[in-house]
């Protein structure tokens, strides 16, 4: 699964990148179908987050690092380096911008939901 992260850069910025989810166990079940997974992580709060329209929110940082799972409306932020991207229903994206200048968010298209799915302190990103 092909995830957009935005991250703190050295200098206290932000940016975007791309890396693979990584899917690494396979089981075969009982029809012969080939089913991949990740592995499981622990995970103890799972949260759904709902914005409405017009939201906009300026420089912040994630409260953690987490993948985000919408399920509502268009989703826009910002990076210290002037780019901006949208997410809509269905699409996964990452923020890890828990320290630095962090980036901005605004509901383009909504109201947006969508689910946070804090990640476990040893989740490395292989981009």
């Known amino acids: 699964m092909q995830v957009t ?4 850069t050295d200098d206290g910025g932000s940016a975007f990148d791309e890396f693979v989810f990584p899917i ?4 075969t079940d009982a029809w012969g179908n080939a089913l991949r997974f990740s592995k ?22 994630a409260p953690a690092r ?6 509502q409306g268009i ?6 380096d002037a780019e901006t991207r949208h997410w809509g229903p269905g699409e996964v994206f990452m923020p890890d ?8 968010s605004r509901v383009i298209e909504g109201p ?3 689910f946070f ?3 476990p302190e040893d989740f490395h990103v292989t981009t």
Not at 24 to 27: A, I, L, P, Q, R
Not at 66 to 71: F, K, R, S
Not at 97 to 103: A, D, I, L, R, Y
């Open 112 to 114: 947006v939901s969508m």
């Open 24 to 27: 690494t166990e396979e089981v």
């Open 66 to 71: 987490q993948l985000c799972v919408m399920m």
């Open 75 to 80: 989703w826009e932020v910002g990076t210290t």
């Open 40 to 61: 499981s992580f622990p995970c103890a709060s799972v949260r759904v987050y709902e914005a409405p329209v017009g939201a906009f929110q300026d420089w912040h940082n």
């Open 117 to 119: 799915i804090p990640l």
């Open 5 to 8: 992260r935005f991250y703190t």
């Open 97 to 104: 911008t828990v320290e630095g200048k962090g980036h901005t």
